[in-house]
């Protein structure tokens, strides 16, 4: 059976497999997609932040001893929150279990949200783009990671791979992957629909990045030059517009 989004993450077979995938040396998270992230959020100190897509919320910790005020963790799996809350205690972190479909935003509540390796679950990017222009404060900051559209448009199995097919690149939409021992949905979508997305819901784009590797974060040669072959993350930073200033 294929799942979407966040029922993917509630077999049991496949959030086992995904929480040892992310605890090997040298994977690919914590070697290409959160050295980019770390440099795309600068100062956090004082910062209201909203983490849509937490998963097990390791990201509120980093945040947290960054010195930012308050975090504030959403995502719709039961075992990822189940999982946060079991390593995370924290005065100024909240949980919540909700599927970014039905999220409802507050108005104007947090300096910056982000999200990491979430938005190609999903389908109605625009309404989830226009709630988050909802949820940030005047001048917020939106920062966000996910599966480069390269990769999206490719989506053989997993595995060591020597060769990509990028096919049907700009035929958008959902598209099947077998992974952690299971079948999902990954939506794709090219480069310029996320930028075009972000523009149409009041964003002003400030910076792209793609995963480009460096070799302080890998251990071995091998790997480092096996990353250099395809860009396996997208990242895009934008600001709030102040919608006054669209007219
Ligand atoms: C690849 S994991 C990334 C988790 C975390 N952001 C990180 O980087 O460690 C993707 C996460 O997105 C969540 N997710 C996917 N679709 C979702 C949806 N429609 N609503 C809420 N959460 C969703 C999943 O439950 C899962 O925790």
Redesign the pocket.
């Known amino acids: 059976m294929t799942n979407?989004?966040?029922n993917?993450?509630?077999h049991n077979d496949v959030f086992s497999q995904?929480t040892s995938l992310?605890e090997r040396p040298e994977n690919a998270?914590d070697t290409l997609?959160k050295p980019v992230m770390m440099d795309l959020l600068g100062d956090v100190r004082g910062k209201a932040i909203l983490?849509?897509?937490?998963?097990?919320?390791?990201?509120g910790v980093d945040l947290l001893q960054e010195g930012c005020s308050f975090y504030h963790g959403?995502?719709?799996?039961k075992n990822?929150i189940d999982l946060a809350k079991q390593q995370i205690k924290h005065e100024s972190i909240t949980l919540e279990r909700?599927?970014?479909?039905e999220?409802n935003p507050p108005v104007a509540q947090y300096d910056l949200v982000v999200?990491?390796?979430?938005f190609h679950?999903?389908e109605d990017l625009h309404t989830i783009f226009d709630r988050i222009h909802t949820a940030l404060k005047p001048g917020g900051t939106i920062i966000f990671?996910v599966e480069h559209p390269v990769i999206t448009s490719t989506l053989q199995p997993a595995g060591l791979r020597t060769s990509w097919v990028v096919d049907d690149y700009f035929s958008m939409g959902y598209r099947t992957q077998q992974w952690l021992g299971g079948s999902v949905e990954k939506y794709h979508r090219t480069l310029e629909e996320y930028f075009q997305l972000l523009q149409g819901s009041s964003f002003t784009v400030e910076s792209l990045k793609e995963s480009s590797p460096r070799r302080e974060f890998f251990l071995s040669d091998e790997t480092f030059e096996r990353r250099k072959r395809i860009p396996l993350f997208l990242f895009l930073k934008a600001t709030k517009k102040d919608v006054a200033s669209n007219c």
């Open positions: 979407r989004g966040s993917f993450y509630d995904y992310r998270n997609e983490d849509l897509g937490c998963g097990g919320a390791q990201f959403i995502d719709g799996s990822m909700v599927d970014l479909e999220w999200s990491r390796l979430v679950y999903l990671s």
